[in-house]
């Protein structure tokens, strides 16, 4: 009883058909909060007094960055569906995350190392959480190399999982060693501190573009999901029939 | 020797690769002293099904059971010899069949001249022809004391000779109370089995 | 609490004098999610058009 | 004979039949680290400053290439799917090759650093814990470098992924490694770390090999 909801997943038709609803929702909800957001916090959002107007790039490095961090954590998630109850979707979740993950941990390194111009006077420094993200960039990438290298798309799923569930056990570790490697090798005095009392209308426009990456990333991976299971279903029944009629 | 009795059950074996479905819904039993023959044209299934009763792929759907326990906890009853060369080229022939086989060495010494590779146990397997290649992978026949056999292409690159040889060895294996299992493209004259034909199953 | 920040529209595309680093930042953004979006669109149509290219050739084959 | 002293024997034959697996690395290793006063200056307090550091990162890049050989071979030929119907569980097999395959095509590699040390004109001190950090380090890079192996055995051209899939997650091996050496150029106490590196080796020679095998396993269902 109650399990209806979690085995409907197994079906891609199910989930083929309502994704594409689902898209179409988030895509908009995205697009509001995204225009919103970002127009609050950089036109509305009161200057930093300490960084001047630089700052505002953190509307869209911080949601990113967190975003970059989040997928990972979803892709193992995904993994673990995969090898507990064996469900194809979470295999085709996987390799969407996958991409979108390494592109957020991208545009994230991308503008933190801009905004690091302006603020450190150089674009980049090995600071312990610019230097995290590039090694989670590399285990994405790591991921989607894997996949793209086996022909068969089960035995790819299967040998991701693996490796996204041994990059997650080690990411943690791998964080912790980053920032004592950095306390080791320079003082902190480059460490850049969130100011602890930011006043409402610089946060307020920051939670509403969190938001609204969060639900992009759900709209590009549905997206992409959908396109997967198109592709890795064509010989089925329903997928020929839908093609058919369109 | 003779080994215990001993039954593979298989019941409704399925199997899908590449979005083609390649047996359905198989169901049979084999019991000692049987030889069978798995027939069918290229891409009917025959190494799929030969390896996934080995156990070597997983089983998409239905059941495979020896003497009613599971087949993953009966791999050490199975010999497999698949189409690859199951020896390692950059050994001799008798290191290759010692790691394998776990024989002393005057046993295979034996072994090798009954398979006609007398005096080449300190041959390196790549100095060898294909034919005598397949000789040393067949060779762990006469070593391992495993009652199933599954054996993928076993004939292939075998000289007349050797072709009788192989019958007479599953002849006298399945005399014991073994169990063998092979494809073939050329039906073995001297040997007495039953096929199961692939590829016309809907 | 809502107010523009900036005197005037030239001031606030100027975003003096960090202007040359935040918005080619947001530009990369919008061009990201933008550039995945029509991405998935192109793999959906190519895997629509893959599908009925496949049933055409079957229909050919079996009349 | 047990099934370990096969293997062990069997390791050592193939070993005197392809001595380059072992010797390629070395030469590697050796130059790599040639190149580096050629690329930097000839100046030797330069080199003793970095000297250590290149001697870790080129004996990591040369560990991660000889593992490329550590199931490849023995797939394609068939002989890695004949160990599941060995009487062992594949673990174990599994563990026993990474063994096999630290003693004969690692240990070699870190017994030439000290050479490598002194062209670099790294001080003794220094060198001595470069040494140790290796000693301790190399089995968990060993692991994950036989895991990068296994999850590429699929891919019919695979070359360098396994070393990129699995280069970002040495990065705390590597970090810890440093701070010893360090702390072994600053004369301050270097056994905590080295007692980090050595827990964190334990629970990769721990668990690893379980996923390696895992891995395999997978790999063999897919290959016809």
Request: net charge neutral; glycine share 8%; charged share 15%.
């Amino acid at each position: 009883m109650g399990w209806r909801w979690f085995h409907q997943w197994g079906s891609p038709r199910w989930f083929y058909e309502r994704a594409g609803r689902w898209q179409l929702v988030c895509g908009w909800l995205a697009l509001t909060l995204l225009i919103t957001g970002s127009f609050w916090g950089l036109a509305l959002a009161p200057v930093d007094y300490q960084q001047g107007n630089s700052y505002r790039i953190i509307y869209l490095h911080v949601p990113v960055a967190f975003l970059a961090q989040a997928l990972y954590t979803a892709m193992a998630v995904c993994a673990v569906v995969l090898f507990v109850w064996k469900m194809k979707l979470a295999d085709v979740a996987m390799q969407s995350i996958a991409v979108m993950g390494f592109a957020f941990t991208a545009l994230s390194l991308v503008s933190g190392a801009v905004w690091g111009k302006p603020t450190w006077g150089t674009y980049w420094v090995w600071d312990a959480r610019l230097t995290s993200m590039l090694i989670l960039a590399f285990l994405y990438l790591g991921v989607i190399g894997l996949r793209a290298a086996i022909q068969d798309p089960d035995q790819a799923g299967k040998a991701c999982g693996i490796l996204v569930l041994v990059g997650v056990v080690n990411l943690p570790i791998i964080k912790y060693s980053v920032e004592w490697w950095n306390t080791l090798h320079q003082p902190a005095s480059l460490k850049l501190t969130e100011k602890p009392a930011m006043p409402a209308s610089m946060w307020i426009p920051l939670l509403i573009n969190i938001l609204g990456y969060y639900i992009a990333a759900g709209y590009l991976i549905l997206g992409s999901m959908r396109a997967i299971v198109l592709e890795r279903e064509r010989r089925s029944a329903w997928v020929r029939e839908l093609v058919s009629h369109a | 020797m003779i080994f215990e009795p001993i039954d593979i059950e298989i019941s409704d074996l399925s199997c899908e690769r590449d979005d083609r479905s390649l047996f359905k819904n198989l169901s049979m039993t084999l019991n000692s002293g049987q030889i069978l023959r798995v027939a069918g044209p290229n891409g009917a299934g025959k190494t799929t099904l030969l390896r996934t009763i080995a156990g070597l792929f997983d089983i998409q759907t239905g059941t495979i059971r020896m003497n009613q326990s599971p087949l993953t906890e009966c791999l050490q009853q199975i010999l497999y010899i698949g189409h690859k060369p199951q020896v390692t080229k950059d050994l001799t022939v008798l290191d290759n069949l010692k790691f394998l086989t776990g024989s002393d060495e005057d046993h295979l010494k034996r072994v090798l001249s009954d398979v006609g590779l007398k005096g080449y146990h300190d041959s390196l397997v790549k100095e060898l022809s294909q034919g005598q290649g397949r000789r040393c992978a067949l060779a762990r026949l006469w070593c391992v004391e495993a009652p199933i056999w599954i054996l993928d292409e076993p004939y292939t690159a075998l000289d007349v000779e050797m072709v009788k040889t192989l019958d007479a060895r599953i002849t006298s294996h399945a005399t014991a109370g073994g169990i063998c299992l092979f494809t073939t493209h050329q039906p073995p004259q001297s040997l007495n089995y039953t096929t199961l034909e692939l590829g016309h199953v809907t | 609490m809502l107010e523009f920040q900036f005197a005037s529209l030239t001031e606030f595309f100027e975003m003096a004098p960090h202007g040359v680093y935040v918005w080619p930042i947001y530009g990369l953004g919008l061009l990201v999610l933008s550039g995945l979006t029509f991405a998935n669109a192109r793999q959906h149509r190519r895997a629509v058009r893959m599908i009925q290219r496949n049933l055409e050739r079957e229909e050919t084959h079996e009349p | 004979m047990s099934l370990e002293r096969r293997m062990f024997t069997r390791e050592l034959k193939l070993i005197a039949a392809r001595p380059g697996d072992i010797l390629k690395p070395i030469w590697f290793l050796m130059l790599v680290i040639s190149m580096v006063p050629l690329a930097l200056a000839p100046d030797s307090d330069l080199l003793s400053e970095i000297g250590s550091a290149m001697i870790w990162v080129a004996t990591l890049l040369a560990l991660l290439l000889n593992a490329e050989h550590l199931f490849q071979s023995d797939f394609s030929d068939g002989v890695l799917e004949q160990w599941l119907f060995l009487d062992r569980p594949l673990v174990w097999l599994v563990g026993l090759k990474l063994i096999t395959h630290w003693l004969f095509h690692v240990l070699p590699l870190i017994l030439i650093t000290p050479i490598a040390g002194i062209i670099l004109s790294v001080p003794t001190d220094v060198l001595l814990a470069l040494l140790v950090t290796l000693v301790i380090a190399t089995p968990a890079l060993t692991c994950f470098s036989g895991l990068g192996a296994a999850l590429t055995l699929g891919s019919s051209r695979s070359g360098i992924l396994g070393v990129l899939v699995m280069m970002p997650l040495f990065v705390p091996v590597v970090i810890l490694a440093a701070g010893v050496l360090i702390r072994a150029m600053d004369g301050s106490d270097t056994l905590p770390l080295l007692a980090l590196l050595g827990a964190f080796s334990v629970v990769a020679a721990t668990f690893v090999p379980i996923v390696v095998s895992a891995a395999i396993r997978l790999n063999i269902g897919g290959s016809n």
